[in-house]
């Protein structure tokens, strides 16, 4: 099965992670453009998450991936996007529901809120997670309809 090509990016806050799972990603083979920053000298979120958000709306990339230190700002700017639907992944639950109820095509961590190993766990059960349909599917018509 072909892998999901991964638009990635994160303020200075989630950088690290960011190296962390762009290399654990591209050793699993899949393709990552990382859309910045370089090192976690201060910048601003919105200017590296909506260039991310703005890639997968426009079908380059199936998924991306937004880091910083909650996660919260960053879910906010790609959410701002018209066809991307944002979750933040706190849990290994929350990466199922993000992804089999809401069809979650980018997903949000914060660096400071989970250890890395959670993180990169995160990420991996996000990818494997199917959209269920079904009676998710409405409200996912309902959401793309705001």
């Given at each position: 099965?072909?892998?999901p090509?991964?638009?990635?990016?994160?303020?200075?806050?989630?950088?690290?992670?960011?190296?962390?799972?762009?290399?654990?990603?591209?050793?699993?083979g899949?393709?990552?453009?990382?859309?910045g920053?370089?090192?976690?000298?201060?910048?601003?979120?919105?200017?590296?998450?909506?260039?991310?958000?703005?890639?997968?709306?426009?079908?380059e990339?199936?998924?991306?991936?937004?880091?910083?230190?909650?996660?919260?700002?960053?879910?906010?700017?790609?959410?701002?996007?018209?066809?991307?639907?944002?979750?933040?992944?706190?849990?290994?639950?929350?990466?199922?529901?993000?992804?089999?109820?809401?069809?979650?095509?980018?997903?949000?961590?914060?660096?400071r809120?989970?250890?890395?190993?959670?993180?990169?766990?995160?990420?991996?059960?996000?990818?494997?997670?199917?959209?269920?349909?079904?009676?998710?599917?409405?409200?996912i018509?309902?959401?793309?309809?705001?």
């Open positions: 099965m072909k892998k090509a991964i638009a990635i990016g994160s303020d200075h806050a989630g950088f690290h992670y960011k190296e962390a799972i762009k290399a654990r990603l591209q050793a699993e899949y393709v990552v453009r990382d859309f920053t370089d090192s976690d000298a201060p910048c601003d979120y919105p200017d590296l998450v909506r260039p991310v958000a703005e890639a997968v709306a426009r079908g990339f199936e998924r991306g991936i937004v880091l910083g230190g909650s996660g919260n700002g960053e879910a906010i700017v790609a959410n701002r996007v018209r066809g991307v639907r944002c979750v933040i992944g706190w849990s290994e639950q929350t990466a199922i529901w993000g992804r089999a109820h809401n069809d979650a095509n980018v997903l949000s961590i914060g660096e809120t989970v250890p890395l190993e959670l993180a990169l766990k995160i990420v991996q059960i996000w990818l494997a997670t199917p959209f269920e349909g079904g009676r998710h599917l409405a409200r018509q309902k959401i793309d309809q705001a």
